[in-house]
């Protein structure tokens, strides 16, 4: 501020002696200037007394009724091109906080159009899903209950009803519907979702499950869907070794909030990994970076909305060719 205070000073110097229109030109390109780096309208306006005070020391003598004059147009000088710039400058946030919003509400429309189209599919697979569940279960009841026969159907019938699962999330996610969730062991929910995908999973998972009792809020068929995705995340990324954990800690959920006991689902592999910009959209709704065909990218954006239903946290580390390691912490349900 104190250079500006100078320039000024120094141009209303100039002009005040010599009158020449240069030094007003001077003061005009110092007002667009001092707007363009910030400084607020009335302090800019606010230097013409201090550089008032500057002539009087100086011993000019500014209340001669040419000098005043001339204070004055250099005072309009600088006001006037203040005043404009300030303006422009109004104008091109306005138009840019237009584009902004029509941006915001092309990309809602099309979110929507994507939405709508997932939730058809779902609606259409979960219509070709019933007949499989139907018949196998009257496969099954055509067998003894404790026949070797029923093993392969169980597997198609668990598959189906799994696939059912992550349909009806699909669903919710695209029509914003949250599932309540239930009082749920998680140590002993997640081992038991592991087992249920360890056989068709490559590689298989290692477990380290340091708590199985300590009760969350959540659902098992949700917890399923998460583990599946972001198992299937890591396969993807050609992980040689996933680790699911669960252990105890504590942790404040939200800036205004007390430190509570929680559970910590940990999900981490040594696959490619992801850069800081994919990091910064992994959990975006419709985002991926696999090609056309072979992903919705709604994996981590199901598992974000279902974790914050249950009024948990989800934080994402990766680093190319490090592996990413995901963290889901949930309050521990008293």
């Known amino acids: ?124 697979l979960n219509n070709l899903l019933q007949p499989v569940q139907g018949m196998t279960e009257i496969m099954l009841a055509d067998f003894d209950v404790k026949g070797p026969e029923r093993a392969d159907l169980e597997v198609i019938l668990a598959c189906a009803d799994q696939a059912g699962g992550v349909i009806r999330n699909i669903l919710a996610y695209v029509r914003n519907e949250r599932r309540p969730p239930e009082v749920v062991a998680l140590g002993t929910a997640v081992e038991a979702a592991c087992a249920f995908l360890q056989p068709v999973l490559r590689p298989p998972l290692a477990l380290a499950i340091a708590d199985r009792a300590t009760p969350v809020l959540a659902t098992e068929s949700e917890l399923t869907q998460i583990l599946l995705n972001l198992v299937r995340n890591a396969m993807q990324a050609e992980a040689s070794c996933i680790t699911v954990r669960v252990e105890r800690g504590n942790r404040r959920f939200g800036a205004e909030s007390a430190v509570v006991p929680c559970l910590r689902l940990v999900v981490s592999d040594d696959g490619s990994g992801m850069s800081k910009d994919i990091l910064a959209c992994a959990t975006d709704p419709f985002f991926t970076t696999k090609t056309a065909g072979q992903g919705t990218g709604l994996g981590l954006a199901i598992v974000k909305g279902i974790v914050m239903g249950w009024s948990g946290e989800i934080e994402i580390v990766s680093l190319p060719r490090r592996g990413t390691t995901v963290t889901l912490a949930f309050p521990v349900a008293f």
């Open 1 to 124: 501020m104190n250079a500006i205070l100078d320039r000024y000073a120094a141009g209303m110097a100039a002009y005040v002696v010599t009158e020449r229109e240069d030094a007003l030109v001077d003061i005009e390109d110092l007002a667009r200037g001092a707007i363009a780096a910030g400084v607020a309208l009335e302090d800019i306006v606010g230097l013409h007394e201090e550089a008032t005070l500057f002539l009087s020391e100086r011993g000019i003598a500014i209340s001669r009724p040419a000098v005043i004059r001339r204070m004055s147009a250099c005072l309009s000088a600088l006001a006037i091109a203040a005043a404009i710039a300030f303006s422009s400058q109004l104008e091109l946030l306005e138009r840019q906080r237009q584009e902004e919003r029509r941006r915001t509400e092309r990309e809602r429309r099309h979110l929507e159009t994507l939405g709508q189209m997932v939730g058809s599919v779902a609606h259409e």
